[in-house]
């Protein structure tokens, strides 16, 4: 039983490494990005906009349930209930993974490959 437990608790703890990882890896590689190619990552956001509209819905989406998790938190802090601590904990993975999908559509939308380098590169 302790075996299994210690298993559990390993892979969760690393599944929620990998989770946080990712949500700060993609907001860094969109930040680059327009760092690197500014007028040409806006552009795109504003050439493809009904791809956009999904992004910011989920986007609006996670701060909504984000939000939540934060007055689930500060309930905590009044009332001592593991179950709203629980809940508050799922809300924070629930926001993480949606907002790992809403930055790399974003990503996609903005990222510069190679012939579109080219062609900006030249004179």
Known sequence: MDITNSFLNTTSSLILLIITFTTFYFPLRIYLNLLKYKEASLGLIFTNLDSNINVFKIY?????????????????????YSSIDNLA???????????????????????????????????
């Open 60 to 80: 609006a989406i996670a701060v909504l349930i984000f939000a939540i998790s934060r007055f689930l938190d500060l309930f905590n802090l009044i009332s001592n």
């Open 89 to 123: 904990t799922l809300l924070n993975i629930i926001t993480n993974v949606l907002l790992i999908y809403a930055f790399y559509k974003l990503l996609v939308i903005i990222q510069i490959d190679e012939s579109m380098n080219k062609e900006l590169n030249k004179p």
